[in-house]
């Protein structure tokens, strides 16, 4: 028996970093072999993660496996979201204008800052006292 296709990507938010594997299928979203709605009990994060779908018109036609890690639930969420609109336009070429238009191929550059020497923490500076 063939194999299955299967079109694969990386989408990264903040510090996390989602590698997604997309395959025709019903639906399923495995995310670090756990099912999407018990590894991510927000339903906003749940409602990020299927706008790429809502967006093409592909909810429930394919099966996503993603391994996540790093940042914090809501930056895994906006790198799987990055990781499933890479592979959607990997699938058709009418998919990545529609992505790209929603603003869903591209990497949201915000981090966080560091902290700099001499001052409390990125902005803050220590209180200064005249007398």
């Known amino acids: 028996m063939a194999e299955p296709i299967k079109f694969k990507a990386t989408g990264r938010r903040k510090e996390a970093a989602a590698r997604v594997q997309l395959s025709p299928g019903q639906g399923r979203i495995l995310v ?14 749940r409602i990020i993660i299927n706008q790429p779908f809502v ?28 990781g499933i609109s ?8 009418e998919f990545r204008l529609t992505l790209r238009k929603g603003g869903f191929l591209t ?19 220590f209180q200064w006292t005249k007398r």
């Open 107 to 125: 990497r949201d550059p915000r981090a966080k800052e560091r902290k700099k020497y001499g001052q409390k923490g990125a902005r803050k500076r």
């Open 86 to 93: 890479r592979a959607l336009s990997a699938v058709d070429q």
């Open 32 to 45: 670090n072999r756990i099912p999407y709605e018990e590894y991510f009990s927000r339903e906003t994060d």
């Open 55 to 82: 967006a093409t018109n592909t909810v429930n036609k394919f099966d996503v496996a993603v391994l996540v890690a790093g940042g914090g639930l809501t930056g895994q969420a906006g790198a799987l979201r990055h």
